[in-house]
């Protein structure tokens, strides 16, 4: 059995849970085995019914005291599960979530790991097979299960697509009974704030505009966001920008900052160092301006534009704008 | 108060080599500290700003060679340092790397927080904190972007999540892991560099932590089969000229492409 440790906020189901969805549709086309999943806290029946429509079979629902995430309560109830289950395969996205929750089930289970995943197989015994970013992302590394009986991996964000829901399906819903004392927790939740800046999250974007060193100042960055907003996009720099003080951390592409793979990357004034180029190589199509020809971006680039970045932005800018 | 830091030395970016076989190597690459273990340091040392009896010990799974790094993590301070290795450690999963890990706290005996990197980059795993803390049965905070409060027995801290952040509050012994954003690391002071020169380091082995045969590279769950360099290199499409051209035959070329 797979079975799928899926997520919710308040309520609704997260994108990242049918991407594993899609992944575990993937496997079943060459593995016919069941498919179970287990969602924490309050979710009503037709949003819990979402699961069956891209593909679980059994839904497991743990209620009371669950709706917000403690890793200690959330891995115990997981755990309490798998062992009553006994699943072969364990998967969850490789979201905050994920990755604080699933190692710890999987200690708990004597089973083995493989973290973000952008690729899953199963060989002829069921035993999974993973592809994983090493490096940085600058080697794949392939990942064998070969002595562990219960088989765990999370799935990067955005590799696969989302599930196809086919809204004529449905499955047996059954509670988790869950104990008080599942429920007690050294480390307490105090305040959760969400930091909604009504910006477009960088790992969500379409369309990323990013700036580096060669963006000379602070005051250019209004180039940049102007470029991103007209595409719809988000703003992202290089750690040279970042560390100049010229653009906040949580915009930084890279090894030290954030992996992205949006449709379409930006990289202006940024050379492509490797540290750089492992956070965005996988962006499906990378644009470069830059005025050095042989900058290292412009050779992972599907097109290169060699020129002074302050003369070309702005084209572009208002090229967009007159097209919107 | 007693603060154990988990450093791992690792090969820096772009150095290691994958041969045809499909296997890596990182003999010729430099080694240094793992970047992020910096800032689980700083992290320390922060803590012992407001409490200064606070002691610090660096605790590493490595080969002999990992002396280097643990020097160099105590240059930044440091009280202590233990280096875990034996000829079994090599090539171990998450799960027995964080074994090995545990059972190096349990005999440590003392600590009350344990503080590690958010994910070390070479394997790139992620795991080593959680499932430190699993073996432990620990609470963990991971993600910690901020300590707002620390006392002889709690720990109040930020940690980042997907769209935000949580104020978690955990009495002692806790687990953290830390993220860039708790601040750059304090540059090594003079006295931090001849402390770290001075510091016993104590090893202990696999008899040493009380583990068996359990633990060794065959027995691992998870094992990397191969592995593969991503060079990417595009034969891309080169505008050249002056500025506005450059832009007229690119958008004429995205048009063509039906990219934007
Ligand atoms: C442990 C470690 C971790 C790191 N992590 C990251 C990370 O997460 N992210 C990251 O980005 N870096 C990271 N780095 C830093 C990385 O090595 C590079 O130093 C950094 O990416 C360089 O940024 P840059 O390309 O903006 O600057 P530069 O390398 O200085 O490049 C500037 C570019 O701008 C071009 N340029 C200048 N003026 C113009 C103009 N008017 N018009 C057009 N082009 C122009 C230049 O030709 C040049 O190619 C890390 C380094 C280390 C050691
Ligand atoms: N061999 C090791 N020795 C000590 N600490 C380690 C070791 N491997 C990982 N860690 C710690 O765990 C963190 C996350 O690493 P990883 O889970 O391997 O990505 C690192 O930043 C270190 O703090």
Redesign the pocket.
């Known amino acids: 059995m797979i079975f799928v440790l899926a997520e919710q906020k308040k309520g609704v189901i997260q994108a990242g849970t049918f991407e594993v969805l899609e992944a575990v549709r993937q496997l079943r086309e060459s593995y016919s085995v069941a498919c179970a999943a287990l969602l924490f806290g309050s979710v009503d029946e037709a949003e819990a019914q979402k699961l069956a429509q891209g593909g679980v079979d059994q839904i497991y629902c743990a209620k009371e005291g669950l709706d917000s995430f403690s890793d200690e309560v959330y891995a115990r109830v997981a755990s309490k599960l798998v062992q009553e289950i006994k699943p072969k395969v364990v998967l969850t996205s490789a979201t905050f979530q994920g990755r604080s929750l699933a190692p710890r089930v999987a200690v708990a289970s004597q089973a083995g790991m493989a973290a973000d995943c952008i690729e899953l197989k199963v060989d002829a015994e069921g035993n999974l097979q993973c592809v994983r970013p090493v490096f940085g992302g600058s080697i794949l590394g392939d990942v064998a299960f070969s002595e562990s009986p219960i088989q765990f991996a999370s799935i990067r964000r955005k590799v696969y697509p989302q599930v196809a829901l086919d809204s004529s399906k449905q499955a047996e819903i059954k509670p988790v009974a869950v104990v008080a004392e599942d429920l007690e927790s050294r480390a307490k939740v105090v305040d959760s704030v969400e930091e909604a800046t009504g910006e477009i999250k960088l790992t969500e974007a379409d369309v990323i505009v990013s700036g580096g060193r060669g963006m000379k100042g602070p005051e250019n960055f209004k180039m940049i966001q102007d470029l991103a907003d007209v595409l719809g996009g988000a703003m992202g720099a290089s750690r040279a920008a970042v560390d100049a003080g010229w653009i906040p951390y949580k915009h930084q592409v890279g090894q030290t900052g954030l992996t992205v793979k949006p449709r379409v990357y930006f990289a202006c004034g940024i050379s492509g160092a490797i540290q750089h180029l492992i956070g965005m190589q996988t962006s499906d199509v990378i644009i470069a301006i830059n005025k050095d020809p042989e900058a290292p971006m412009i050779k992972l680039a599907n097109y290169a534009l060699i020129g002074d970045l302050f003369e070309i932005v702005p084209l572009l800018t208002e090229h967009f704008k007159s097209k919107s | 108060m007693e603060i154990l830091v ?3 030395r690792v090969p820096n970016t772009g150095q290691t080599s994958v041969d045809s076989s499909g296997q890596l190597s990182s003999a010729n690459a430099q080694h240094i500290l ?1 970047p ?2 910096e800032y ?1 340091v700083e992290q320390a040392l922060q803590i012992k700003d407001q409490i200064p009896d606070a002691k610090i010990t660096i ?4 080969s002999a060679d990992s002396e280097e790094v643990i020097r160099s993590a105590l240059s930044f301070g440091g009280d202590g340092a233990i280096l ?1 290795s034996d000829p079994a450690f090599e090539n171990l999963d ?1 799960f027995h ?1 964080s074994l090995v ?1 545990a059972k190096a706290v349990e005999k440590f005996g003392k600590a009350d927080v344990v503080i ?5 980059i070479d ?7 959680p499932q430190l803390a699993a073996h432990l049965n620990w609470p963990q905070i991971l993600f910690v972007k901020k300590v707002e409060a620390v006392s002889g027995e709690s720990i109040k801290a930020q940690r980042t999540t997907d769209d935000g952040y949580d104020l978690v509050e955990s009495q002692f012994p806790v687990l953290i ?1 830390v993220i860039k954003e708790i601040g750059e690391p304090r540059l090594p002071s003079l006295k931090g560099k001849m402390n770290a020169k001075k510091v016993q380091i104590e090893t202990w082995d696999k008899a040493a932590l009380g583990l068996g045969d359990e633990v060794a590279a065959e027995k691992s769950f998870v094992k990397m089969a191969k592995y593969d360099k991503l060079e990417k290199s595009i034969d891309g499409k080169v505008f050249e000229g002056e500025a506005p051209q450059v832009v007229e035959q690119f958008l004429k070329a995205l048009e063509d492409d039906k990219v934007l």
């Open positions: 988990c450093v791992k793992n992020y273990d689980a605790i590493t799974m490595g875990l998450t790397t890990l590690c990197g958010n994910k070390a394997a790139d795993t992620w795991q080593i904190p892991s």
